[in-house]
């Protein structure tokens, strides 16, 4: 319909029936081409850290003091009293 026109897109087993009722190949007479913005995916990689704790284990000395198996004498340890 040229009072209608306008530019369509159509499949390539369509394009036939198109091109057999006038349609013409390509933009219609007056109009632009419009932008099409295709997007693009990007993948990047992220790298990753792992890391295994270290253990380090030291000896801590310990004292134990035991009570004394003689007898108190009853004795002061110090001489002067």
């Known amino acids: 319909n040229p009072a209608n026109a306008r530019t369509i ?3 390539y087993g369509s394009l036939s029936a198109h091109l057999g009722h006038g349609d013409t190949v390509g933009l219609c007479p007056g109009e632009t081409a419009t932008p099409t913005i295709s997007p693009t ?3 990047t990689a992220t790298p990753t ?3 295994t704790p ?3 284990a030291s000896a801590t000395p310990t004292l134990t003091i ?3 198996s003689t007898p108190d004498s009853g004795t002061s ?3 002067t009293t």
């Open 9 to 11: 897109h159509v499949g």
């Open 77 to 79: 340890p110090d001489p």
């Open 41 to 43: 995916l990007t993948i």
């Open 66 to 68: 035991a009570p004394s």
């Open 54 to 56: 270290t253990i380090t």
């Open 49 to 51: 850290l792992s890391a």
